[in-house]
């Protein structure tokens, strides 16, 4: 798990840590110190800690103009016992907010496992983007199916082409575009039902 590194491609054009808006502006992340671990795997020292013992993240681009942030996870999303999205919608999400973002993508192929709670926080999230949504792109088919499980599903766009894309060959707008493509169609094939 120590090379699974956050995606760093972008970075001439945004850093999170540079970022007076972020939650993470002036966070200092080691070069060389595994200062990080889940269970007992260390992990890439570029991964933001937001405050869970198994889920960290890295905001890799946001753009205030428009509304959006790309959001990369790593780790076990852990509703049950360490309250993940708790943690992640009042550490990162709503500041996030404030700033003026209300489209999401959140990026999850390094998401290993989901351990579920209740759907409290992801019902808030939902209903605070009332002019926006959460695109959930590359979960991996187990996590989506224990999402769905418990209805996360009704909160999150995801699955379909989102469950295989390859967003590394976008710049961060054009991915931002085509994400908001498929959701509007999933939008509006839902308003005729």
Known sequence: ??????????RHLYITSEDERSPF???????VMFTHQIYDHVIHPQWDDMGSETLFLKIIFADYEVG?????????????????????????????????IQKFILIGENVLNFHSGDDCYYEEWFDDVADGWIAALNFRPHVVREMNDIHIDQYLVQGGELAEFSWRT?????????????????????DFE
Not at 170 to 190: D, H, M, T, W
């Open 25 to 31: 502006y002036g966070y200092e992340n080691s070069e």
């Open 1 to 10: 798990m120590h090379t699974l590194e956050p995606f760093y491609n972008w």
């Open 170 to 190: 976008y710049a961060p707008g054009q991915l931002y575009e085509k994400i908001s493509s498929v959701v509007q169609r999933r939008l509006n094939a839902f």
């Open 68 to 100: 959006y942030c790309i959001i990369e996870l790593m780790g076990e999303w852990n509703d049950c016992l360490h309250n993940d999205v708790m943690m992640l919608k009042r550490d990162v999400v709503d500041p996030l907010l404030e700033a003026g």
